[in-house]
Every structure is written in structure tokens, then in C-alpha cells.
């Protein structure tokens, strides 16, 4: 039995226009704070203010930084600048290097484990590797 598989699924639908309901809620909301600003504002304040939230409207629904909206980083800026912030500082102690059998380690880091391989389990390896065995035959793809 075959399924349509949906498309394109992260991209919007343009309801208004070549606007989504997104855009269309910033701008909308944009041009009525600026009616509202017009309205109760003296007029050397209503130009600068209206530039600024218009400006911000049409970056919320325009614009992007590293192909993600705009509202995701001023949520981001949101959460950064009003959540409770714990630095932490924890003095390492100098100790003298171990030395290890390949000499001391500069960058102190922890030493590497590195699996052995027995005879029969590199046998058996080679083995499926050469017939092109499958180890897992549930998971073959089936036409």
C-alpha cells in the first residue's frame, strides 16, 4: 500500500497575500501600536517612535538571522537577560603528571581505551564482510 508522504512542511502558507499569518499579525500589529501612537502622542515624538516600531514590525516578519525568524532571538535575548544566572568557579588542583607508558600526557587528558579485537572475533568479521552478509536481515530494505 503506498502513502503520500507530506512536503515542504517547515514552510509556511501564504493566507494573506504573499504574507503569512505571521507576517500579517506583525505588520497589522505594528501599523495599529503606530494609529495609537499617532493618536496620543505630540507630533515630534510620533516620528521617531513610528520609525522605530514600524522598523521592528517588519524585521519580526521579515527579517532572519542564520535562516531562523527574528522572534527566536529576542525570545533567546528575553530568556538570557531576565533568567537567573550561577557562575561557577571550581580551582583545579596542580598535581605532578602521571607518567603513563607512552610518557606524560601534556594535554592531561584522559588516556584513550582501545577495544582488542580477539582472533575468532576478526575471523568471524572478515568472514561476514567477504559474503556480504547482512547481521541484521530484519532491517534489509523490501521492494
Sequence with gaps: MRFQVPQFIEI????FGPLTIKQ???????AGLSFIIYRFLPLFLVIPLVIVVVG?????AFYQINNKPLIYIV???????????LYLWKK???????NSALGPNPDNLP????PKLSEGKLHDL?????????????TEARV
Design 75 to 85: 525570545q533567546s535575548a528575553f530568556g538570557y537577560y531576565f533568567s537567573n544566572k
Design 92 to 98: 583545579k588542583d596542580k598535581s605532578p603528571e602521571k
Design 12 to 15: 509556511e502558507d501564504k493566507i
Design 56 to 60: 521592528f514590525a517588519f524585521a519580526m
Design 111 to 114: 588516556p584513550v581505551y582501545v
Design 126 to 138: 572478515s568472514w561476514n564482510l567477504d559474503i556480504k552478509e547482512s547481521l541484521n536481515p530484519d
Design 24 to 30: 500579517f499579525i506583525y505588520i497589522a500589529g505594528g
